[in-house]
């Protein structure tokens, strides 16, 4: 079912209608009567992982990311390392 709303009533309470355009119900807003525009739910955007975030750098393959930490990179990871601009006096 589709609820029609004057412009003024959208106004008033469009916090209200988008919470209904959220669950899936259908709001249209309507001028002197006549319906100007219909309130619709988008699907959210969802981020291809094989196109770069940035352009000119390249996406790092699935595998690489999902590959365990050796244990040097995991202790470099959690303590840093030499000259970290991160740690206190840069050790």
């Known amino acids: 079912m589709t609820v029609i ?5 959208a106004k ?6 988008l919470r209904q355009v959220e669950r899936g119900e259908s709001v249209a807003i309507a001028r002197a009567g006549t319906v100007v525009a219909r309130l619709q739910a988008v ?3 969802r981020r291809s992982f094989d196109r770069p975030l940035l352009p000119g750098i390249p996406p790092a393959p699935a595998d690489e990311l999902l590959t365990p930490m050796s244990e040097n990179e995991l202790e470099a990871w ?3 390392h030499a000259g970290d601009p ?3 006096g840069g050790a």
């Open 5 to 9: 709303v004057n412009v003024q009533e």
């Open 43 to 45: 699907e959210p955007v």
């Open 86 to 88: 991160l740690l206190e």
């Open 12 to 17: 008033t309470r469009l916090s209200e209608l």
């Open 78 to 80: 959690e303590c840093g």
